[in-house]
């Protein structure tokens, strides 16, 4: 459990290949805004077999559906598989900690995207599936996952605002989001509204809208601390009438149980998200410590001075802890066995060391690694969201401390 096997080594060695060939020479471009991450995405998708591995399951989903099985969600391969090449979390941990060694950014551009297709193909019909899901993951078209509002962020269920009015055989969107990975040039978007009225009215639903649509603008790409090569955006509904197939669920389907395509796609955010962290801590970790021994002042390697070693012994151990999360984590995915407060765990843990180890090593490498001639100062900020997105460390903690208090 604790090692990889044949086939994630050899995943790991292929996308770390891939990520040196194809990724690392684009950083630059990508950091300052010249060149956009998405025909990297598709290149990344279709080279290293993702797409391959995601179309299958959403493609037989879609054919059960067809053949009259309910539209209901799909307990297992839909909302486990995730970006998680054909239904192995562990692969897909592999496969986001080595992109994200390099660039959390295009880490986060992935998971956007296959987590909108995700929740498309969790909850969805089949001509969702087909019109929408399966064209995500070929990697033709982007897609977004809109949660987040203006006035609803750690509250995203409770404050929503944004409303979808049942009109003839489709609804009205009209409402704000903000803060969305992909949102300025995604070509689908799962938005979350309020039912405004009829069956269903009140609880939260997915809704799939497409860009070109009449109502649905998107905002040009926010500046932000770090995540350069990861566009974020706002969007904005004014009467987007979307048909009713593109309704993700049902309506009539009690709140906690119909929302279970969001919340496992919020739980896919927490659970990848360790192993993004864990790329960061990695590389920072292996940086740190070929610096600090071939660094020498005082006539000594830097890795001699006992500020610097036990710098470097407690980095080594929050990249073991994170890993030996991430492996938790993947094991607990693939037996059914994931809860809100393992996913929280490993997320509130890892994207706390990977602040912290970041820093850590921009401190060891003195004023070389405050420059960006360096990865590290990418890394460190990049780190920071983290703790902020796919819930912060704060809610992280509330769910921790609610799953181990309702126990007794
Ligand atoms: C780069 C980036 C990409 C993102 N991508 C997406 C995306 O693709 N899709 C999407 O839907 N969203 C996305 N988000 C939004 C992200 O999920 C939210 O920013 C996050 O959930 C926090 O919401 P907020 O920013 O409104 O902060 P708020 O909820 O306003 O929180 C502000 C502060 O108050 C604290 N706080 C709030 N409630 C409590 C409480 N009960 N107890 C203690 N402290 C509390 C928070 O922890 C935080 O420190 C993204 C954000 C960023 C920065």
């Known amino acids: 459990m604790f090692e990889l096997d044949e086939t994630q080594q050899l995943m790991q060695d292929a996308v770390r290949a891939w990520c040196e060939r194809e990724l690392v020479p684009a950083v630059p471009a990508l950091e300052t805004g010249k060149q956009l991450p998405y025909e990297l995405l598709r290149a990344l998708m279709t080279d290293l077999g993702l797409a391959e591995a995601l179309v299958g399951p959403a493609e037989r ?11 209901e969600p799909d307990s297992g391969e839909s909302s486990d598989s995730g970006p998680g090449l054909g239904g192995d979390p562990m692969l897909a941990s592999v496969l986001l900690k080595e992109i994200c ?9 992935l998971i956007a995207s296959v987590g909108c297709g995700t929740a498309i193909q969790a909850a969805g019909g089949a001509k969702a599936i087909r019109d929408y899901a399966i064209p995500i993951f070929r990697a033709e078209k982007i897609g977004a996952w809109a949660l987040t509002e203006p006035g609803a962020g750690s509250d995203a269920f409770g404050s929503m605002r944004t409303a979808a009015k049942p009109d003839g055989d489709g609804f009205v969107l009209n409402g704000q989001k903000t803060f969305i990975s992909n949102a300025p040039y995604a070509d689908i978007f799962a ?6 009225s009829g069956d269903g009215a009140g609880a939260v639903r997915a809704f799939v809208a497409e860009r070109g649509m009449s109502g649905l603008e998107t905002g040009p ?33 009690k709140r906690a149980a119909d929302s279970s395509s969001t919340l496992d796609t919020l739980n896919l955010e927490r659970t990848v998200m360790p192993a993004m962290c864990l790329g960061i801590i990695e590389r920072c970790v292996e940086e740190s410590v070929r610096y600090a021994v071939e660094r020498e002042q005082f006539g000594r390697p830097i890795a001699d001075f006992q500020g ?6 407690r ?8 890993r030996n999360l991430v492996f938790k984590l993947a094991w607990a995915q693939q037996r059914g066995k994931l809860d809100a407060r393992l996913a929280s765990l490993a ?33 460190m900020r990049d780190a920071k969201v983290f703790e902020i997105g796919g819930g912060t460390n ?15």
Do not use: W
Request: proline content about 4%.
């Open 101 to 109: 060694r390099v660039s959390p950014g295009l880490g986060m551009v």
């Open 191 to 196: 938005i979350y509204a309020r039912v405004a």
């Open 221 to 253: 790409p926010m500046r932000k601390m770090g995540l350069h090569d990861s566009p974020t955006g706002e969007i904005f509904l004014n009467d987007c009438r979307v048909p009713a197939e593109n309704l993700i669920g049902r309506l009539e389907a």
């Open 61 to 71: 989903r879609a054919i059960k559906l067809e053949g009259g099985v309910e539209n």
């Open 308 to 313: 610097i070693a036990f710098k470097l012994a």
């Open 394 to 408: 704060e809610i992280q903690l509330q769910t921790i401390a609610r799953a181990i208090t309702s126990r007794r």
């Open 315 to 322: 980095m080594e151990l929050a990249l073991e802890n994170a």
């Open 347 to 379: 997320k509130l843990y890892c994207a706390e060391q990977a602040v912290a180890v970041s820093l850590d090593a921009i401190q060891i490498h003195g004023g070389a690694g405050y420059t960006a001639d360096l990865p590290l100062e990418k890394l």
